[in-house]
Each structure stands twice: as C-alpha cells, then as structure tokens.
C-alpha cells in the first residue's frame, strides 16, 4: 500500500459566466433562455440555457422593470418609488433609491461617504482603510476595529473572529493628537515612535515593547515578516492598497536592521488588490463584475448612476399604490436580496495576507448570490412581493472555515430586524443565510436556528444520546436535531468548480452514455487519497480510521487485493486513479467534504460513509441517492470488500447511467452546464410551500429568543403594511 502523509486540497477559480434572466419575450428568445414554468414548482434549466451568457453581455442584460412576476397579476397594487440621496452620493458611493440611503465603500458612511469609520486604519486623510493584525498599524487603528467589529470586553462577540488569531503588534506617534495618528509605517530608528505588543479579540490590552517586537508579524504558518515605509518598495509605494514587508528569519535588532538596508522587499497586497505593485482590482470579489456598469472596489461596486446595489443591477424600486393592500405572493417563488451596508456585512480579510476568494467551496453562498442576481424569474427588486428574503451576511470572512459563523449572522439578522419590516413580520423563517464554514450551523445559537440555513454539512442526530454524535464538543444548542433540520434548512453542493475533473465531466459523461455505462477500463476496485489524522477521531466520524486500519490489515495479509488503492495524504495522478476506480470512497472530514463530488465528475461510482449526515439536496428528494450511489455505514467498513466485489457489472453501468443524469447537481458554473444553482432554487421552494403549510411549525414564544417569531405568520401582512406605510 502507498503512504504518504500530506493534506490534499483543489483550489481554483471557475470562468467567467452567469445566469440570465429577461424583462421581454425578444430579450428572452435572443439569450435562449427558457420560459417560466407554471405552478409553484420551478422547473430545472437545462445545462445549454445560458451557455453562450458572458461577463462582457451583463450591462446589456437589464433586470425586470416590472412590480412583479408577470405570473402574479399583482402589477396594479404597486407605483414606482425614487427617494433622493445628497447630490453628492455618487461621487463615492450609490444613491439606492428604495431607501435614499448612500451605500458606501468599506471604512466610509454618511450622505456623501465622507465620514471615516476606520481612520487610524488609513496611510493618510480620504484613503482607505486596511485591517489585519499580521503587519504593524498605529495602535489607534486597533482600537477603533475592536470597536467596529463589535468586541466586548467581558463576552465574545467580536464578528471579525480572527482578531484572536495570534498577537498584534502596533506603533504611536507621540505627541500626536488621535485625529491624526494614521498607519503609515515609520522607519526602523525613527524618532518619537512608541511600540506595543498585545492581543485585541476582546479587550484592547497593550504592553510597550522594543522596536524589534513591535514591527514584526508572524502569520498564521509562522512567517515572519517587517514591515517596512511604503517607499521602501518604491515611488509607487504598493500604490496604497498594500504594505511594504521584508521576510526576516528572526527578530534580533541587527538581523533587522541589515534586512530593511539590504533585504527584498516585496508588496504584500491587502485583499482587494493584486499584482506586483497592488495596482490591479481584484474584481473575483465583485457579483458578476458590476455588470460592466461600475468600479470593483474590494468587493463593493461603485455603479454609474442611477445603477446601486451588490452588482449594479438596481435602478428600480417600489411601492404600494395609494388604497392599495398587499396580497401575500403564494403562486411565484420570488427572493428579495438586501442591500447591505458594507460596514454591516462585507467580504472583509481573514487577515493581511490571507485571501480567502480561492477556496471556492467555503465561497458557495457568494456564487449562489451572483447567479441568484441574474435570474429575473426568482430575484424580485420589490421586497412586497417577495416570500423569501436572502440575507447575505458574508460569515466565512469574517469567522474563517473552523470558527461558528454565529457572531457575524448575529450581528446581519439584528442589522435586518432593525431596519426592515419583513423579518420580524416571520420571525425569520422566511428569510435566508448561508453558513458554509466546516461545520455549518453546528455551533449557531438556537437563537439563530429559525431561519432557513443552506449549509454544506448536513449531520442530523439526536444529542441526548452521548453517542450520538462524533464531535467534540458536542454542538449542544439543538439536542433534539444536531447541525441540520431536514426540514427548514438545506444542503447544498460546495462549489468545487475548479477542482481535477469538473472541466472535462461533460465529454466524459457523453462517452459513459455512448457505451451505455460500461467501464471495461476501470481496473481498480475503489480508491481513496486523503488525511486520516488517526488520533482524531472526531475528523471523519471515525470512517477514514477505521478504512485505514481495516485496509491495512487487509493489505498485509498477503491475498491478491491489487485493485484496491487507499492513500494516506496526496497523490499527484488523482485524476487519473478516479478514472481508473469503478468505486470512489467518499467520507467527510472535520465537517462537510469534496469527495463525492469528485465521485460525481469523473463517473466513480460514490461510497458514501457518512452516519447520520444528509447529502446535496437529499433531504429534499431532489436527488434519488440510491440510484447512482451506495450508502454504507461505520459498522459495514470490515465487510467493504465483500460488498463492493458482489455488485453486479449491470447494475455498475445502470449507476452509471444515472450518474450521467444528475452529476450536473454538483457543479454550479453553467458553463460546464452545472445545475447546482437551480437545485437550490428548487429546493429553497420546497421549503417555502412547507413555510405556507406549516410543516415544519410555527415556533411557541417560549421556544425562541426572537421577539417577533411568537406573531409567526399570521400577522406578516398586517406588520408588512403599517411599516411600510409609516
């Protein structure tokens, strides 16, 4: 048997592309794009609708300039509405017209995005803030981001979590009054600079330390870096969007010293920027580019007027007409997107240095988010119109793939309460949060637990049973479900788009089709690669242990078991031994895992060990499982095998065959004609005709810490319309 110990991880950006909707039948007939179906049940795209549909197109293509679906008949309730904004709004920002608020850019607020909420944080007056406690910043700026992202001394409810991270580092100005304390990195022996050291994730506690300890960062893997002035890097000085540094092997004075004369000096660009100087946008960050119609700024689109919103598609809004009642929307599945303000929820940095937009499937939501904004016949601009509400609380950057996502979602869905009727008019329950770190919702508050959470972890046990689950702790705020309700929440695929096989799945599966599912090439039995981590027995629930120990000892007994191949760690041919593997074992890790959508992609047969842990779109029925997979258990792991040996050829080729019909639920880009965005949608409206029939309950008061779940949905109309009108 092949050992080798190393963790195995895809990365990868997917290509350009896009879900379109259209406001005519011409618009529609050129994108080819298909019609709306009838009744609530939303028909599934076919993988060729939005093939030819490009970033280039996206300003061409308008949303709805309609009140409502046409389905609906609810046209002559609503009259435009276009409240004004300072005329000096769009010098900075986005006049949105549904609330006549400035939406800003990262760090700025007021009418005319000129106040600075970060100032400490900027090199200078009118720049833009940069947080992060790798590098040095003034102390100042410290302390204005432990208020920002809402630390407490005394409990813990930072929103930005890796303020804990590891210590910071900081540098004043003496003399120098708070208004103008600004970070931009003095020079080693420069005069009237003090340095500190100290941690910040709750209270701000800072203690003097010599220059050496004060302008050195260590990252999360241990590196050392110095922060350098910005000129050291050159006239262009990273061109303000990131921080001159030099790596140094340690922290002696002298080393210093001769590293900030004679080192190389390098940008290191904050997250927003990139190229050698930090001179190029990093437009990943934006929804769909702005739609050609405005400037990506670290993921906020600066739109032309009179385009707002997360990707300058908005130029309507609306209201109920005068005399007018609102009707409750039960025929069209139609999602209100919140426009939030960037100092509320923003793809903010994990840490200076730490980009996370390469991580595709902890960015699912995101992806979710810029088809969701394409797609006409489901997005609707008129929030009274509405039976789902998306809230896009952008969790995972600021609580990183291993922390709960609670403080942040907290933080949003108070920020909505607050400011919008909708959501107390539910409680919640019909509004919508993507939780896509590790572990999902296992570690949410039951407080946060009645709107509908899409997650990638699907594990549903029952935690009066000390054994009932394998994490440690034990997720204790829902003891009667665990991390996933089967019924309100949804598991969506992880959008694994850039990983080994996706690109090439649609030509692969033309030929499994060709053949009628016949493998005669796949010489292997099964094959897995990937960490064991065999002290840990909660990373897995026990499964890759136990298949290491079992297939350990099955390998040195000395039979013939040549077509079974179990790597511990990576392997350089993965694409090429799932080809060669008629089965591919998919477990999970320490929560959700990518194996069975690499199983999908490259027609390996999956086996999933995965106790009490629902898969994509399984709870929902979406997906037949048992037609194209096999569920085995813990306990069945001594007999895998035996198992898989007795399984027909023809039944291989049927699951196959299936295989071939519904791979497309993994893959989001439709592009590659995935289709995973649409299984969302379908499933997000299943949940909401159970939110109409009550089926998975209206919660008791004594139930929840939300104030206004106990007026539940009888009372959404009347609350809707007097906050409406007021």
Not at 146 to 168: A, I, K, Q, W, Y
Not at 651 to 656: E, G, L, S, Y
Not at 684 to 690: I, V
Request: a negative charge; one cysteine or more; proline letters at 7%.
């Amino acid at each position: 048997m092949l050992i080798i110990l190393v963790l195995i991880l895809y990365t990868g950006l997917a290509p350009n592309s896009g879900v379109v909707g259209d406001v005519n039948a011409a618009r529609r007939s050129a994108l080819d794009l298909p019609s709306k179906s009838r009744g609530n049940q939303r028909d599934l795209l076919s993988s060729t609708d939005l093939a030819g549909v490009t970033f280039d197109s996206l300003d061409a293509v308008h949303t709805s300039s309609f009140a409502t679906h046409p389905d609906l008949g609810l046209g002559h309730l609503f009259v435009p509405l276009t409240r004004s904004c300072h005329p000096d709004c769009t010098k900075r920002g986005n006049c949105n017209a549904e609330e006549g608020r400035c939406e800003c850019p990262f760090g700025y607020t007021g009418p005319t995005c000129e106040e600075p909420l970060l100032p400490s944080c900027q090199r200078g007056p009118g720049l833009e803030p940069f947080f992060g406690v790798l590098l040095s910043r003034n102390c100042e700026c410290l302390r204005q981001a432990n208020r920002f992202f809402g630390c407490t001394p005394n409990n813990d409810t930072c929103t930005l979590l890796s303020m804990g991270f590891h210590h910071v580092q900081c540098y004043s100005f003496t003399g120098v009054p708070v208004s103008e304390q600004w970070s931009k990195m003095p020079s080693l022996d420069q005069a009237g600079v003090e340095y500190f050291r100290g941690m910040i994730n709750k209270d701000v506690a800072l203690s003097s330390v010599d220059p050496q300890d004060g302008m050195v960062g260590r990252d999360i893997w241990g590196n050392a870096f110095m922060n350098l002035p910005p000129e050291k890097c050159g006239q262009h000085e990273c061109h303000g969007h990131g921080a001159c540094v030099v790596k140094v092997p340690d922290t002696n004075l002298e080393s210093l010293r001769e590293a900030s004369v004679s080192g190389n000096p390098f940008c290191m660009c904050f997250k927003g920027f990139k190229g050698h100087t930090c001179n190029e946008d990093m437009w990943e960050l934006c929804p769909n580019r702005c739609r050609g119609r405005g400037q990506c700024i670290r993921g906020f689109c600066h739109c032309r007027p009179p385009y707002w919103g997360q990707d300058c598609s908005r130029e309507h809004a609306w209201q109920l007409a005068p005399g007018a009642s609102p009707v409750p929307n039960r025929h069209v599945l139609r999602i209100y997107v919140y426009e939030l303000p960037t100092h509320i929820a923003f793809p903010v940095p994990l840490d200076d240095n730490v980009h996370d937009v390469n991580e595709q499937f902890y960015q699912t939501g995101n992806k979710f988010l810029e088809l969701l904004l394409l797609d006409n016949d489901v997005r609707t601009e008129n929030p009274l119109e509405a039976n789902l509400f998306f809230v896009p609380t952008n969790s995972y950057s600021y609580s990183s793939n291993t922390n709960p996502p609670s403080n942040q979602i907290e933080s949003a869905l108070k920020f909505v309460a607050t400011n919008y009727p909708y959501f107390n008019a539910s409680g919640g329950a019909d509004h919508i949060v993507f939780t896509t770190g590790d572990k999902g919702i296992c570690f949410v508050p039951r407080r946060l637990s009645n709107v509908i959470h899409v997650t990638q972890f699907g594990l549903h046990t029952n935690l009066y049973d000390v054994n009932g689950t394998f994490l440690r702790p034990h997720p204790e705020h829902h003891p009667t479900w665990g991390c996933f309700h089967p019924k309100k929440d949804l598991v969506a695929a992880p959008w694994c788009d850039g990983m080994v096989g996706s690109k090439d799945a649609g030509q692969l599966y033309e030929k499994v089709v060709e053949v009628q599912g016949d493998a005669p090439q796949r010489d292997l039995l099964f094959f897995f690669a990937g960490t064991v981590r065999p002290n840990d027995m909660a990373y897995s629930g026990g499964a890759r242990q136990a298949l290491f120990t079992h297939l350990k000892e099955l390998l040195a007994s000395g039979a013939n078991y040549s077509d079974i191949l179990f790597v511990e760690g990576f392997t350089h041919n993965y694409n090429e031994l799932y080809l060669r593997s008629r089965f591919c074992l998919a477990p999970h890790g320490s929560g959700f895992g990518v194996r069975l959508t690499l199983a999908m992609t490259h027609a390996c047969i999956p086996v999933i060990i995965q106790d009490q842990v629902y898969q994509p779109y399984e709870s929902d029925g979406l997906l037949p499982y048992r037609h194209f997979s096999l569920r085995l258990s813990l306990s069945d792991i001594p007999y895998i095998v035996p198992i898989l040996r007795t399984i027909p050829m023809d039944q291989q080729k049927r699951m196959r065959l299936a295989m071939a019909k519904y791979y497309q639920a993994f893959l989001w880009d439709p592009s590659l004609g995935g289709r995973a965005y649409n299984y969302t949608i379908r499933a997000l409206n299943s949940k909401l005709n159970g939110l109409w029939g009550h089926l998975w309950g209206t919660p008791h008061p004594n139930d929840t810490d939300d104030a206004g779940a106990a007026a539940g949905h009888h009372h959404r109309r009347q609350l809707v319309r007097v906050a409406w009108q007021a």
